[in-house]
């Protein structure tokens, strides 16, 4: 996808920028954020400010200059605030930004309603392209159009965003593209060993123990897979939620799943699920029949009742939406 001279020309004729990610931040957020502050940092833009409404999560600590994430913006106004991996306000956690101009750096779809969106007409100037694997891609192409020089730490930042939105490299959004930049930013100074132990080999112990737990309630039948954590299981390890983020991904790797479940006990009779499909099956309907939402193959919804009632509706509504097929 090609660049607008608008969106080049906005970095080149202004000189204070916000950039922000979304809420709950992940790799692809804070690394391609990142990246575009250490960007324009290099070509002599010295007001800069990122900003994210949720902490750095632990994890992420080890991206370059993560330590200049801020959760409040300063008090003043920008020339141009740069919103990065969303393309709403709403999706940032901010109310608003005080910057005269916008502008959107995004791989996800627009909503539906945004061509009579009073703040898409307010958009100075965006690089939106759904079929790029990350944010963290678009900002690469924007840095080498202004033929800002990829140094290690920036290159360790986009290689962090797409590595973690790319599933290290596995999801179908693994594009040539995406491995050629990825090949690039190597050549520049990211290193895939020292990354790959930051994100992928870091898990607290705790977590791991609650893991082990939540692995022994596995279950598998008609294509879906389940696993669940009780609240039990949290005071015993000592984990939190946070602890669990990412356990849905466990029953997922079962042969001959179409749909995995996690089921995480919140209160006596509440529960938080995670859906991931394999297939075609669009998970996203499904939790938004109950409350939640997400994405085709990620999504996620509350519901209450025993940890038998909650099943016995999920699944229900899973049968039938794997029997469309
Ligand atoms: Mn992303």
Excluded at 20 to 49: F, R, T
Excluded at 200 to 216: D, N, Q, R, T, W
Excluded at 303 to 325: C, H, P, S
């Amino acid at each position: 996808m090609k660049i607008s001279s608008k969106l080049l020309n906005l970095i080149k004729n202004n000189n204070s920028f916000l950039v922000v990610g979304h809420v709950n931040p992940e790799g692809d957020s804070l690394g391609a954020s990142l990246a575009l502050a250490l960007g324009l940092k290099k070509i002599g833009k010295k007001d800069i400010c990122v900003l994210s409404k949720d902490a750095v999560p632990e994890t992420l600590k080890f991206l370059p200059s993560s330590e200049i994430v801020r959760q409040k913006p300063p008090d003043r106004e920008f020339d141009v605030v740069f919103i990065v991996d969303c393309n709403e306000v709403k999706r940032t956690g901010f109310e608003g930004f005080n910057a005269s101009k916008t502008a959107i750096i995004d791989h996800h779809l627009l909503p539906a309603d945004a061509a009579a969106s009073e703040f898409y007409k307010s958009v100075s100037a965006s690089l939106i392209d759904p079929n790029a694997a990350a944010a963290g891609l678009l900002v690469y192409k924007v840095l080498t159009a202004l033929e800002i020089p990829i140094d290690k730490d920036i290159a360790t930042n986009l290689y962090t965003a797409i590595l973690t939105d790319t599933g290290g490299f596995r999801y179908s959004n693994a594009s040539a593209e995406a491995l050629k930049i990825a090949s690039h930013l190597v050549e520049a100074g990211a290193r895939p060993w020292d990354i790959s132990k930051e994100v992928y080999e870091s898990v607290p112990y705790k977590s791991m123990k609650l893991l082990g737990l939540s692995l022994s309630t596995l279950e598998k039948k008609d294509g879906i897979a389940w696993i669940n954590t009780t609240k039990n299981m949290f005071s015993k390890t000592g984990a939190t939620s946070e602890d669990s983020e990412d356990f849905v991904d466990f029953p997922r790797k079962v042969k001959d799943v179409k749909v995995a479940v996690f089921f995480r006990q919140d209160g006596g009779k509440s529960y938080k699920l995670s859906l991931r499909s394999k297939g075609n099956v669009d998970v996203q309907k499904i939790a938004k029949s109950f409350g939640g939402g997400g994405h085709i193959a990620a999504a996620g919804c509350k519901i209450n009742g025993t940890l038998k009632e909650v099943q016995d509706k999920v699944f229900r509504a899973v049968r039938k939406a794997i029997k469309k097929q």
